[in-house]
């Protein structure tokens, strides 16, 4: 394969991978989480920087801050993460040819763009496409760190580093991978290990006024947490999911997994006979494998006392995941059977992200269709009262001309009254003084979280008025009341 060719054919996936993400990008509103990511970078910037409402680090919330200045519309927001989604792939790409070859790197390139799990998060207004990029940049700027093993290489990787830091808290992980892998080189007198003890002291320090900021928001996240202990089928069921999302119907996950184990089979069995190998191969794989497996088996150890572990948060580890699948289409000794497996993987990959895209029982809530029907239908002075978080900032964002009240319910512990407050948002726990004074007012019910708790609430207004009017739409209440 000539240069000109092998970019030729990384531009056609990446043109095959904007267009999977730019498809009916303005098709779903924005959910909860989004909305979130919205209303803390709305924010002034110092008050950004410390994220009141979330345990996240900023960098992605300075970077939709500016944004903002630029586009405040869902579809433009979104924007922004589709874009680092399409780096992401070139990352990717990039990373895999500097561990293998360049037909490895168009292959891993092709199985980014049609990840239906990487194209849904492409579409949140969120920083996991950030996450992924820069995670496949960390283990791009080590690996380069070591072959060179020059002050400029490392410098580089602590500045990858500390910014995937800076983009999730679960990045250290993957630091810690390729501290084990520092460790293995000097071991067997292939590298050495001052410079990444500098690095780790650096990167450390770089990111210590975070910690200590995230340190003081465990009292309240702990008790949020709603997760059950995972099994040893979820460490499975992660792969799968980094390769075919969400979107396919009982039998196509069958038939995905039973692909997929079937490649992953052939590939560890070719992995473990990689001795024979050129030791490039062998150090890129052995990374490949810690960076992938390290996170996972950390987070599963961690979360059997205290869960914490979702497939989302362990976007940084995907890269790796990804490359040691195309290296194993490419260069396993197995490789027909693996490319039998892949027969079937790449079609319902595609099949997958079509899915997502066309179908409507993937779609996220109806949140921006219920807020703006109250706002075309609502007289002049009517309020919007909320009895959840996710329709309430919904109501700030999609109609910031009326008055929206959240009932705050005690059981809600994400948006306790004193990040309410530092969000600089109007919320009530009573009632009759949410709506004291008006004549008629609206009420919107999305029963996503406390169901229990959103009823009660809504039955307290029943008492002190009368509903004359209500509608459902995609399973969000909404009401009009008139006071007796």
């Not at 801050?65 to 579809?75: A, N, P, S, Y």
């Not at 791009?140 to 410098?155: D, E, I, M, N, V």
């Not at 794989?285 to 150890?301: D, E, N, Q, S, T």
């Amino acid at each position: 394969m000539s240069r000109a060719q092998e970019i030729l054919l990384l531009l056609t996936i990446l043109v095959v991978g904007a267009l999977l993400r730019f498809f009916a990008l303005a098709a779903q509103g924005l959910w909860f989480d989004e909305l979130l990511s919205v209303a803390i970078s709305r924010l002034p910037l110092v008050e950004v920087i410390a994220s009141p409402a979330s345990i996240d680090p900023p960098l992605y919330y300075i970077l939709l801050h500016f944004w903002l200045g630029i586009t405040r519309t869902d579809v433009g927001l979104r924007v922004l993460s589709v874009g680092l989604g399409i780096a992401a792939i070139i990352a990717i790409y990039i990373l895999t040819r500097h561990w293998f070859d360049a037909r490895t790197g168009l292959i891993v390139a092709l199985l980014t763009a049609l990840s239906q799990f990487q194209i849904y998060y492409s579409h949140e207004v969120r920083m996991y496409s950030l996450l992924v990029l820069l995670g496949a940049v960390s283990l791009w700027t080590y690996s380069r760190a070591q072959a060179a093993h020059t002050w400029r290489a490392w410098s580089a990787f602590i500045v990858g580093m500390t910014l995937a830091l800076y983009a999730h808290n679960y990045a250290g992980l993957t630091l810690l991978a390729l501290d084990f892998d520092a460790l293995w080189r000097w071991r067997t007198r292939a590298g050495v290990l001052k410079p990444m003890v500098i690095a780790n002291i650096v990167i450390g320090l770089l990111f210590l006024p975070w910690f200590i900021l995230l340190l003081q928001k465990f009292s309240w996240l702990l008790p949020a947490l709603w997760l059950t202990p995972p099994t040893l089928l979820h460490l499975v069921l992660t792969l799968h999911t980094f390769v075919f999302g969400y979107a396919l119907n009982p039998l196509a996950n069958v038939l995905g997994m039973i692909a997929l184990v079937a490649a992953l089979g052939f590939i560890a069995l070719a992995a473990a006979r990689a001795r024979r190998d050129v030791a490039r191969t062998r150090a890129s794989l052995r990374l490949a494998i810690l960076a992938l497996g390290i996170p996972l088996l950390i987070v599963f150890a961690v979360s059997q006392w205290k869960p914490v572990y979702i497939d989302r948060l362990l976007l940084a580890t995907a890269p790796a995941f990804y490359a040691l699948l195309a290296w194993g289409i490419v260069a396993s000794d197995y490789r027909a059977p693996v490319r039998v497996s892949l027969i079937l993987i790449v079609p319902l990959m595609l099949i997958s992200s079509i899915a997502y895209l066309t179908q409507p029982e993937h779609a996220r809530p109806l949140t921006r269709e219920a807020v703006r029907y109250v706002a075309q239908q609502r007289a002049p002075g009517e309020i919007v009262v909320h009895t959840s978080d996710s329709t309430f900032l919904g109501g700030y964002f999609y109609d910031a001309s009326g008055t929206h009240i959240l009932l705050y319910h005690p059981a809600d512990q994400w948006l306790t009254p004193a990040l309410m407050r530092e969000l600089h948002v109007t919320f009530e726990t009573d009632a009759r003084a949410a709506i004291a004074g008006q004549s008629s007012f609206w009420l919107i019910v999305a029963l996503d979280h406390i169901p229990d708790e959103q009823r009660a609430m809504q039955t307290e207004l029943d008492r002190i008025a009368t509903r004359a009017y209500e509608i459902e739409i995609g399973g969000i209440g909404v009401y009009r009341y008139v006071a007796r």
